[in-house]
């Protein structure tokens, strides 16, 4: 079964700072999900890329799909205090036309004023 | 518009006893998931509906897990003898068709705790 690995767990973050946060899969992905949580809500849509070397960006976060389609990472360029949460990354499976999606563990992002 | 939401919001219950969690899909949207999250991971694949029907129950842990969906729209999640390991957040999501290349838009979450 696929399995996606994020890194770091965790991160804190100076405030105005740029990150990077990653997610590698055991399998080529068909598809793969950013999306954010904040504490005690649902996960909000970020983004979604299919096409090896894809990139996307939205304000001030940037994510991108490697070549091999195996690995993505997802950049913000001068952190603020509303990009605190926990990012999670997901995977279509692409084995069946149900499009479930399998998640990461997350990474939680603090900023520090 | 109005987006997912899911009722209640919390639910706490005690071990042996029966719940039932409620799911309302973004109106229109045809496939409809159940994930569960524990806590310090990411969300877990339970059920996905296509319209009326179970399209994949492959991620319900056992059969004391069971999801209907009679009319396409609201869906409820049924457990029966909870334990405390299922306590957990129960994610709902709604997409408009299904397909792959669909967004999948989740709704709060109930809280649930199982004592």
């Known amino acids: 079964s696929q399995e996606l690995e994020q890194s770091p767990q965790s991160l804190i973050v100076q405030e105005g700072k740029n990150l990077t946060i990653n997610c590698t899969s055991s399998?080529?992905?068909?598809?793969l999900y950013w999306y954010k949580q904040k504490y005690g809500e649902g996960l909000i849509f970020l983004m979604m890329?299919?096409?090896?070397?894809e990139e996307k960006s939205h304000e001030k976060i940037t994510a991108k799909l490697d070549e091999k389609k195996q690995q993505s990472s997802l950049h913000i360029t001068a952190s603020q205090p509303s990009h605190a949460g926990i990012y999670l990354c997901g995977a279509d499976p692409g084995y069946s036309s149900a499009s479930k999606i399998i998640f990461g563990s997350g990474t939680r992002l603090s900023i520090r004023p | 518009g109005a987006g997912v939401s899911q009722t209640p919001s919390n639910k706490v219950t005690e071990k042996g006893k029966y719940v039932e969690l409620r799911c309302d899909p973004i109106?229109?949207?045809?496939?409809l998931y159940w994930y569960r999250q524990s806590l310090g991971q990411g969300p877990e694949f339970l059920i996905y509906f296509q319209g009326t029907g179970a399209a994949d129950d492959s991620g319900l842990p056992n059969d004391r897990f069971f999801a209907v969906r009679p009319e396409g729209s609201v869906s409820t999640l049924k457990i029966q003898r909870t334990e405390r390991g299922d306590s957990a957040v129960y994610l709902c999501?709604?997409?408009?068709?299904?397909?792959?290349?669909?967004?999948?838009?989740f709704g709060p979450g109930t809280r649930l705790t199982v004592l």
């Open positions: 399998k080529t992905l068909y598809g």
């Open positions: 890329l299919q096409k090896g070397g």
């Open positions: 999501a709604s997409s408009p068709s299904g397909r792959d290349t669909d967004t999948q838009y």
């Open positions: 109106s229109g949207h045809t496939a």
